[in-house]
């Protein structure tokens, strides 16, 4: 039987499906040659991806984002652990998962002579997608290339070749679909239009599991986010929960006149001072406006030249997250 008659999930039973992927206990260890000891990629992660979300899965280089989705793919063997994708055990129906998965990576790769539709009628064809099954135009159509279908894929912007990805891992209609750092290097306008894309497709029933080291594309897009670190879950949320955590800013401020010492009006405030006439204030959005602030700098008696402010970032997560660790 072809892979994509073994899992081609209707928009019914996405509805009725939970959750779209678990891990329990997943632990992979990688060995190394000669003496050197082995790496543990991931150390019993346990987590639960409910279906028709978008899913956010965070952290830093080498975290372990890459091989907890190559495990789900059947990319990569785990050491030990149990996952399942669509309510497919990857060890016991190993053909179903993969069919239920749509993996778009990081890095773009397809052949430069193909067109966008020929690329199609390829990877279907490797899913063993029956002819009269698939789905090329609209697919093309929904990613916004239907007009590009015949030019040559060497030939398409940057913007255009990493949404012949996205297309290329939805030809055999996956019940989920993960994006692999989708937007990493690309412009604004672009970016904003894969965030619609993306909610589209949402909006269509699918199972997003984003991958992406900008904290603003989790919160505008992600109904749960999950941030690994070192190897294991150090955090599983929803977005405006997580979000909470990170209520605090800095407020950059620059005077006319060197600060020898930080005025006792900003004695109730977490202050630094960057250089001579600069300070770092601390505060939390929820508690203190920068108002506040700035009134009770100008109480210190120093003349106030410029502001900016500075909003908690991923590696400030991380830092709060993993400090205890």
């Given at each position: 039987?072809?892979?994509?008659?073994?899992?081609?999930?209707?928009?019914?039973?996405?509805?009725?499906?939970?959750?779209?992927?678990?891990?329990?206990?997943?632990?992979?260890?990688?060995?190394?040659?000669?003496?050197?000891?082995?790496?543990?990629?991931?150390?019993?992660?346990?987590?639960?991806?409910?279906?028709?979300?978008?899913?956010?899965?965070?952290?830093?280089?080498?975290?372990?984002?890459?091989?907890?989705?190559?495990?789900?793919?059947?990319?990569?063997?785990?050491?030990?652990?149990?996952?399942?994708?669509?309510?497919?055990?990857?060890?016991?129906?190993?053909?179903?998962?993969?069919?239920?998965?749509?993996?778009v990576p990081q890095e773009i790769n397809f052949d430069a002579f193909f067109s966008p539709a020929e690329a199609l009628e390829f990877q279907a064809g490797m899913y063993g997608v029956p002819k009269s099954k698939r789905r090329t135009n609209e697919i093309l159509k929904q990613v916004g290339l239907f007009d590009k279908r015949d030019a040559y894929a060497r030939s398409l912007s940057g913007g255009m070749k990493r949404r012949l990805m996205v297309a290329k891992a939805m030809v055999h209609n996956p019940a989920i679909l993960v994006l692999d750092e989708p937007t990493a290097g690309v412009d604004v306008e672009l970016r904003q239009q894969l965030w619609e894309n993306v909610k589209a497709m949402r909006e269509a029933g699918m199972t997003i599991v984003l991958t992406t080291h900008y904290l603003e594309e989790a919160e505008l897009l992600c109904d749960e986010i999950a941030i690994i670190n070192h190897g294991q879950v150090v955090c599983h949320e929803p977005t405006t929960q997580l979000l909470r955590r990170i209520e605090e800013k800095e407020l950059i401020v620059i005077v006319d006149s060197d600060v020898t010492e930080i005025p006792p009006s900003l004695g109730p405030y977490n202050v630094r001072q960057i250089d001579a006439r600069t300070l770092g204030i601390q505060f939390n959005r929820a508690v203190t406006t920068a108002s506040e602030i700035l009134s009770a700098v100008q109480q210190g008696g120093v003349t106030i030249v410029d502001i900016s402010t500075r909003e908690a970032d991923l590696e400030d997560i991380f830092l709060q997250l993993t400090r205890s660790s």
């Open positions: 039987m072809a892979l994509a008659e073994t899992a081609a999930p209707t928009a019914e039973t996405r509805a009725a499906a939970q959750p779209a992927i678990t891990a329990e206990s997943l632990y992979k260890r990688y060995r190394r040659s000669g003496s050197s000891a082995p790496v543990e990629a991931l150390k019993h992660i346990d987590l639960t991806i409910p279906t028709g979300c978008i899913f956010g899965l965070l952290g830093p280089n080498g975290a372990g984002k890459s091989t907890f989705i190559n495990i789900l793919a059947g990319l990569v063997n785990k050491t030990s652990g149990t996952a399942t994708v669509w309510g497919f055990d990857i060890d016991v129906n190993p053909r179903n998962a993969r069919a239920s998965i749509g993996v």
